[in-house]
């Protein structure tokens, strides 16, 4: 799938600017840390949608899937996803299973420009292994869910994105210098309306 630049697929509330990059994939791997530093090389806001979430509801996610489940908090997801697939000039980090629901993948690809940022079972658990926040993880054996997780949602993570990028071993500064030159060119802000509309005449 490719980023579209045309007018079609700007966000609908959008007056101008260019489309959200929104990155995806699994938890740990690096969507927070390089998308904020792909915002600051792009002279983009960076907004986190987990951040965004735990900031409203003023807890962790953990807590929110203990108070609401799961459930709960995918419908918090869907409706923060849709809020900010709407603006532009933004880059944005989805949570690790913000792919799965079928509206979320609608609003993904139909607003904003999709990286997938993809590593292996090993690496994701390394990187996740010492962090207690990801509910998900709290399992007999989290490596395994990892890779069961990773099997399950690998071809999803494809099929919205429009660039993917094996971020494999690599350190943070590299994958970023990685990822810049697959960005397809971004729209320019339309210049504002500001010509008088001439008198209908008979
Ligand atoms: N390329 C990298 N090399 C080494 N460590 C990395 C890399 N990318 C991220 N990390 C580290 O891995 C951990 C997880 O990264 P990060 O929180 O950015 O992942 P995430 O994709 O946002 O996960 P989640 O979906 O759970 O929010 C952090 O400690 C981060 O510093
Ligand atoms: O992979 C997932 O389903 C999740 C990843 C995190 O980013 C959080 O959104 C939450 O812990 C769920
Ligand atoms: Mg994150």
Known sequence: MECATDSTRMPPEGQGGARPICLVGMMGVGKTTIGRQLAAALGREFVDLDHVI???????????????????????????????????????????????????????????CVVYLRAGADELYRRVAR?????????????????????????????????????????VAQVLRNLLPLLPAQPAAPAPLTAVQAPLTE
């Not at 899937?65 to 989805?94: N, Q």
């Open 131 to 171: 962090d207690r926040n990801r509910p998900l993880l709290r399992a007999d054996d989290p490596r395994q869910r990892i890779v069961d997780l990773l099997a399950q949602r690998e071809p999803i993570y494809e099929s919205v994105a429009a660039v993917t990028l094996d971020t494999g071993d690599q350190p």
């Open 54 to 112: 735990e900031a409203r509801c003023g807890v962790r996610i953990a807590t929110i899937f203990d108070i609401e489940g799961e459930a709960g908090f995918r419908r918090r997801e869907t409706a923060t996803l849709d809020e900010y697939t709407r603006r532009s000039d933004l880059v944005v980090a989805t949570g690790g299973g913000a792919v799965l629901a079928e509206e979320n993948r609608r609003m993904l690809s139909e607003r904003s």
